[in-house]
């Protein structure tokens, strides 16, 4: 599959269908008459005037430009919402479990909205979905005008057609689809997975500080697809559904969008292996916080504080002495939602499922569960193996993040006694206790 993708997180990629040799337009972008008698269409993911760093677009060379549709129509939008006034505002662990229902990929009934906040009309919030699906996208496609999809499969591996090429992800793979790319799914059976969408930021690896140079996830790690084109009529019509300030409309046109035979730029669509993630943790004592595992970050205008993290527990070795090994209690700024991918998570062995998902909302206590207390309390502490067979994560943010009616209510998937696995914690206090002499 390497042979596939370029490498590079960020990068400036140029790509041409090799059907096509020398559709790329030489020493400019927009000339009179395009190669081949292509059209040349800019994708801006920011604004003309952002510094060099932060600057993002890309070059689209097409046998039609995507302006050619029909005008959109509003279409249902089923669960998919950004209505966080829809419940009461419940500050208690919630923890949601996936739908086991089958539907079409993004369309009104397959793609579910959990929790989030913020408002996609001033770039400025995040959502959280879920999705199930067991049937491909078939002459239609997505557009989200709102913000950035991170995808994150758990079951089955799907195939992502993109303007600029393909992608085949599988679960322990995330792939970002940034906003206004239009992209359609294929699947190969029952497949489900979680999407965070951010609004108003795009995802970018984190600062490495003391860290240094390399670490965590490297950018050569990250795969972006090959240029690919299909010059395919569709007589019964093609459609574009397009995600706008929360809502869904739908247009119809007569041809593939994915006509793109040549691209250039650094506005891309990209995949990631969770396993190729270089994982720093403590070996001396005392437990590393969260953020040495932020795979991506989209950051807010304040230093230091994100609009959403996507941070990974990946296995790892565990050798730290005089410690309490698995994360500590907690009550956090943040709202962090954990789901699992496989495997059992270190701090919640039973009850938290692969394909599930928990939200610890801000100030919200939460910590390990009373069996995994005990057992690490007493446990001896040689050097092991942590998570192996594992992947769980964290969709963090800065964001008090409001819960929909659907993962509340309509979902009939929420654990109304997950505070239960609290109750048996019990006291260890000893007024008498002295230390041990050495």
């Known amino acids: 599959k390497s042979g596939l993708y370029m490498s590079g997180f960020g990068n400036e990629f140029s790509s041409e269908d090799p059907r ?30 952002c510094p060099r760093p932060a600057n993002k677009r890309s070059w689209l060379y097409r046998i039609l430009p995507s302006v050619k549709h029909k005008p959109f129509t509003p279409m ?19 923890s949601p479990f996936l739908c086991q229902d089958c539907s079409l990929f993004l369309s009104f009934s397959g793609l579910h909205t959990i929790c989030g906040a913020g408002d996609a009309k001033s770039r400025n919030g995040i959502g959280i979905h879920v999705y199930t699906c067991n049937t491909s996208m078939v002459d239609r496609c997505f557009n ?14 799907i195939l992502i057609t993109t303007e600029f090429g393909k992608m085949m992800v599988e ?80 247009c119809q ?35 590393a916080d969260p953020s040495i595992f932020t795979v ?23 050798v730290a002495d005089h410690t309490f090994r698995p994360p500590y209690y907690h009550r956090n700024c943040m709202s962090e939602f954990m789901g699992l991918i496989k495997g059992h998570y270190e701090a919640k ?38 998570a192996e067979g594992t992947m769980a994560f964290m969709f963090e943010s800065s964001f008090s993040m409001a819960v929909t009616k659907w993962g509340l209510e309509t979902c009939q998937r929420l654990d109304k006694s997950y505070y239960q696995c609290w109750e048996p914690l019990r006291s260890h ?6 230390p041990s002499k050495q």
């Open 144 to 157: 989200n005008s709102d913000g950035d999809f991170l995808i994150v499969p758990q079951q089955g591996e």
């Open 20 to 49: 096509c040799p020398g559709a790329l337009p030489e020493g400019q972008n927009n000339p009179q008459v395009c190669p081949y008698g292509l059209y040349a269409e800019q994708l801006s993911g920011s604004a003309f005037t």
């Open 349 to 386: 062995e039973e009850g938290f499922q692969p394909g599930g998902g928990s939200l610890h909302s801000i100030m919200t206590p939460h910590g390990p569960d009373a069996d995994c207390f005990e057992k690490n309390s007493t446990a001896s502490l040689k050097p092991e193996r942590v």
């Open 296 to 318: 991506l970050t989209a950051k807010s205008t304040r230093p230091g504080v994100a609009i959403a993290d996507f941070v990974i527990f990946p296995p790892r070795w565990g």
């Open 76 to 94: 249902p939008c089923g669960h998919l919402t950004e209505n966080w006034n829809e419940a009461e505002p419940d500050p208690n662990q919630v």
């Open 171 to 250: 679960p322990n793979e995330i792939c970002v689809i940034q906003q206004g790319m239009r992209f359609s799914v294929d699947v190969f059976g029952e497949t489900r997975g979680y999407i965070l969408e951010v609004y108003g930021a795009h995802f970018e690896l984190p600062d490495l500080g003391p860290i240094g140079a390399n670490g965590l996830a490297n950018p050569r790690d990250f795969l972006c697809p090959v240029a690919w084109y299909e010059d395919r009529k569709v007589a019964t019509g093609y459609t574009v559904i397009n995600k706008y300030q929360g809502k869904l409309f739908a």
């Open 429 to 434: 206090f000893n007024p008498k206790w002295k």
């Open 253 to 287: 046109q007569d041809f593939s969008p994915f006509n793109v035979v040549a691209w250039h730029g650094n506005y891309t669509p990209y995949k990631y292996n969770l396993e190729n993630f270089m994982v720093i943790n403590c070996v001396a004592f005392d437990h």
